[in-house]
């Protein structure tokens, strides 16, 4: 299948200050991407949607202007997390859907530890 | 809303055994797809296997085959001859035909495959 990669896949940060997680769809085009934070032993929990050249989709609950999303190129997404606070330590996950046929390819994950 | 439910937090299997993980869903919905995903201690998700609502027939993927019974809500995963690099979290999921942005997660089942 295709590969999405994301970097880095863990960062440790102070509180009060802002982390870049990238997301990459290595070998295909991905017109829309989605970012996941999943808790200790628990499910994936959908926080946006992006679409390549215009902006996210935020689900209910989530702060748009704490988790920034830019989808600036087809195989590009960056999630932001800013003036991170020890709560917003997780595990963060991003997902690319290829246009070809709808597939949708899962990252490795990034975890996020604020101190 | 669609909901997706795994009523098995966790199972144990004897290798070389087979087990049987349990998925209901509720949706009012005709057309949508289903899918099992492997979640191993590295995090990275995997796809197992995928079922369309309209097809009547049961995905297989080699060792793994779904039980899809349309009517009833359910798509169970049954896992023949268990091996030890089958144990992982696996979640069940359900897309919509007609958004395809929406993945809708159960809660997980951990596996445990004893030697």
């Known amino acids: 299948g295709a590969v999405v990669s994301q970097h880095p896949s863990w960062v440790i940060c102070k509180s009060g200050t802002s982390v870049k997680i990238e997301c990459r769809s290595l070998?295909?085009?991905?017109?829309?991407m989605f970012w996941y934070r999943q808790f200790p032993k628990q499910s994936l929990m959908l926080m946006a949607t992006?679409?390549?050249?215009?902006?996210?989709?935020?689900e209910q609950g989530v702060e748009k202007d704490k988790f920034l999303i830019n989808h600036a190129s087809l195989t590009l997404s960056t999630l932001t997390v800013t003036s991170a606070h020890p709560e917003d330590s997780s595990f963060y996950i991003c997902?690319?859907?290829?246009?070809?046929?709808?597939?949708?390819?899962f990252g490795p994950g990034t975890r996020l530890t604020v101190l | 809303a669609q909901t997706v439910t795994q009523s098995q937090p966790e199972m144990s299997v004897q290798e070389a055994e087979t087990v049987t993980l349990s998925c209901t869903y509720d949706?009012?919905?005709?057309?949508?797809?289903l899918f099992w995903y492997k979640q191993p201690p590295s995090r990275q998700m995997i796809l197992v296997i995928r079922?369309?609502?309209?097809?009547?027939q049961n995905a297989t993927e080699n060792r793994f085959s779904v039980n899809f019974q349309k009517a009833a809500k359910s798509f169970s995963l049954k896992i023949s001859d268990s091996q030890l690099g089958d144990a992982a979290m696996y979640f069940c999921?359900?897309?919509?035909?007609?958004?395809?942005?929406?993945?809708?997660f159960g809660s997980g089942t951990k596996l445990n495959v004893k030697p």
């Open positions: 997902s690319a859907r290829t246009s070809i046929n709808n597939e949708q390819f």
């Open positions: 070998d295909f085009q991905a017109t829309t």
């Open positions: 992006s679409n390549e050249g215009s902006k996210a989709t935020y």
């Open positions: 949706t009012s919905e005709s057309d949508y797809y």
């Open positions: 079922q369309e609502a309209y097809k009547q």
């Open positions: 999921a359900y897309r919509s035909e007609y958004n395809f942005n929406k993945f809708y």
